[in-house]
């Protein structure tokens, strides 16, 4: 007859040492390279710098893209979304106003914080909303979400592409001060309009953006069958909101020191290159935006399409009408003028960005074949980033 294994035997192979590598793998591999990025830079090696900087930064974008998820666990919809969205646009702030501050001895660097605007949300709404939707899309036939949240922020989006239009069109017929006041107006509508759709959001029609009862029914059921296997062991899941906001913020001010070495040695060597303004602009977007893409696959498989439509469409959004007068702000305190004359391509591939999120959502259902339309849209657009100079 067998008899029970001892108390404790089904932890013989449990190992403290690989179980810690595993849960801070993303802070110790950010220290690492960070470490590496310092060296090489001082060292006079940019290309080196360069790489070690950037995955520095995608691995503590982790972390803080960790720590925003234990947060958004705690909250209700859409308060969980904006601390994911936030947490995730506040790197994307830090990383384009250093390539902004390389503008005062190198003018493409501003045309590169252009082509990262319009590229993070090209990477929102195609490569975080496509991976998700086709990844569920493959556990789950149809995947429901409000359709009330992607017809708002769609037509949130329209709206406020259609804005940045008017400085793009006044580039081929009025001189650089008329341009500049444009763009100032323009960003300030943004802002202003920011305001009611946050209050839109979090007063009057805060039910616009949680998720439906049948996609609720799932992601009530799957936690469910997965609440003890919920690992406690890592230090931000013990730590209070309050904490962990703190924690986000430490992280998110080293990802900026070493954006300022990305940038500093990046630029040079991306002219050196011949490297376009889009591409490294697309370049920039992708490792700000990665983190994000992570959470939302992992929403994804667990059926909770809602969670990624909020943070594809909602990232997006901040990141036209808040990163936009923000970076302009930081850029004029520094004595630069950054304008909103965005390229005929650029517009373009945001307005055609918008109209296919509006019509692969609008029926409340996701399914897998949608995921690959907009994988499609973004390989079109990032070929058309490399080779536009």
Do not use: C
């Amino acid at each position: 007859m067998d008899s029970q294994p001892p108390s404790g035997s089904n932890h013989t192979h449990y190992n403290p040492t690989l179980h810690f590598l595993s849960e801070y793998s993303d802070i110790i591999i950010g220290s690492i390279f960070g470490a590496l990025a310092f060296y090489f830079h001082m060292t006079h090696s940019p290309y080196i710098s360069v790489i070690s900087a950037a995955i520095a930064i995608g691995a503590f974008s982790i972390t803080v893209a960790e720590i925003a998820e234990i947060l958004a666990e705690r909250l209700d919809e859409p308060y969980a979304s904006f601390v994911l969205t936030f947490s995730a646009v506040a790197v994307e702030i830090i990383l384009l106003f250093m390539i902004v501050r390389e503008g005062v001895h190198n003018p493409a660097a501003l045309e590169t914080v252009k082509g990262g605007i319009i590229s993070a949300v090209i990477v929102d709404m195609n490569v975080l909303l496509g991976l998700a939707v086709f990844i569920g899309g493959l556990s789950y036939k149809e995947q429901e979400h409000n359709e009330d949240t992607s017809s708002t922020y769609t037509t949130i989006l329209l709206v406020a592409s259609s804005a940045l239009l008017v400085p793009s069109i006044l580039t081929y017929s009025e001189d650089s001060h008329t341009l500049f006041e444009a763009s100032v107006m323009i960003a300030s509508m943004l802002i202003l309009f920011y305001v009611a759709i946050f209050i839109f959001q979090t007063r009057t029609h805060s039910h616009f953006f949680k998720a439906t009862a049948k996609s609720r029914l799932f992601r009530i059921k799957k936690k469910h069958d997965e609440e003890e296997d919920e690992d406690e062991d890592y230090i931000f899941d013990r730590l209070g909101n309050v904490a962990n906001f703190f924690a986000i913020f430490f992280f998110i001010l080293i990802v900026g020191v070493l954006a300022e070495l990305l940038a500093s040695d990046g630029m040079p060597i991306a002219k050196e290159q011949g490297i376009s303004t889009g591409l490294a602009g697309l370049i920039i977007a992708l490792i700000a935006v990665a983190p994000e893409i992570m959470t939302a696959i992992k929403a994804a498989r667990d059926d909770e399409i809602q969670r990624v439509i909020n943070i594809a469409m909602g990232a997006s959004t901040v990141s036209v009408m808040l990163t936009v007068p923000i970076l302009m702000g930081l850029a004029y305190f520094n004595g630069i003028q950054l304008t909103l004359d965005f390229n005929a391509f650029q517009i373009g591939a945001l307005i055609l960005t918008i109209i296919l999120a509006w019509k692969t959502t609008d029926d409340g259902e996701t399914n897998y074949f949608e995921g690959i339309s907009h994988l499609m849209f973004f390989v079109g657009y990032a070929i058309i980033a490399t080779l536009y100079h």
